[in-house]
């Protein structure tokens, strides 16, 4: 017979362990995006303890909805390759743009970071930063709902020695970083410059090359990367974010 008070505290024991896990990593990453999902099972396939924090319920960040909810994705074929180690299927449109259904790239993009051993947590932001000696060196967390509800809740930290900005458009660590630690960016103007308007072209080249520091201890990948950076953004085709995320994942392993 199954006991209800059984499997509450099966959830809890259980959750309470992942928390306890997760209070000292090698990489945090906020944001369950396609580039902070492919960063995360690089990552994990490269023995860094790594967690993933996601404020929403669902990860996938704008991977779902496809193109104004016509769920297919496009892909150039520089991303072609690395999708393939996820297994996802692809058919080719024209020349070098391939299709994939974006439900069964979120599910694989999340199931390979899962299985490589990276820790997931959704409901879960981050609300600000740790940052000792000029360096970002962990993150400050909350639930989400609190935030939400504008509760009064005062939250949890987690030590890390890298700490990944994947929050997509909002860049939101990076917003925290340049309000309040009085570190400066590695931008022009030591600033977030501010996403530009589509042009995906050019914003699936620049996403690879701004993924990189920022700051001491805090990196930039996916549209985030494309935000702080002041470059355009791409719409759904989603090969830049695939690169970028294994980029960071590599630029990361070499340090760490």
């Avoid at 759904?236 to 070499?254: D, N, R, T």
Wanted: some cysteine; overall charge positive; charged content about 20%.
């Amino acid at each position: 017979m199954l006991e209800e008070t059984i499997i509450s505290q099966a959830i809890i024991d259980s959750y309470q362990k992942k928390l306890v896990s997760i209070l000292d990593v090698d990489v945090a990453i906020v944001g369950a995006g396609p580039s902070g999902l492919v960063a995360a099972f690089y990552l994990a396939k490269n023995k860094k303890k790594v967690v993933v924090f996601e404020k929403k319920l669902s990860i996938g960040g704008g991977m779902w909805g496809g193109g104004m909810m016509f769920n297919e994705i496009v892909v150039q074929k520089e991303a072609h390759k690395i999708l393939n180690e996820f297994s996802i299927n692809m058919r080719k449109y024209k020349d070098e743009y391939y299709l994939a259904s974006s439900v069964e790239a979120v599910c694989s993009l999340g199931f390979h970071a899962a299985q490589a051993g990276a820790t997931i947590i959704n409901g879960v932001l981050a609300e600000d930063v740790m940052v000792k000696n000029k360096k970002v060196c962990g993150l400050v967390i909350n639930w989400s709902a609190v935030n939400a509800a504008g509760l009064h809740v005062d939250p949890l930290t987690i030590k890390a020695k890298i700490v990944v900005d994947s929050s997509g458009h909002p860049c939101e660590v990076m917003k925290v970083v340049e309000r309040k630690s009085g570190l400066r960016l590695n931008t022009k103007t030591g600033k977030i410059l501010g996403e530009k308007s589509m042009w995906a072209d050019k914003a699936e080249k620049t996403v690879v090359g701004n993924t990189k520091e920022v700051c001491p201890g805090l990196y930039a990948c996916g549209m985030a990367a494309n935000a702080v950076f002041g470059a355009p953004r791409m719409g759904p085709i989603f090969g830049g974010m695939i690169i970028s995320g294994k980029k960071v994942a590599e630029l990361i392993s070499q340090r760490i």
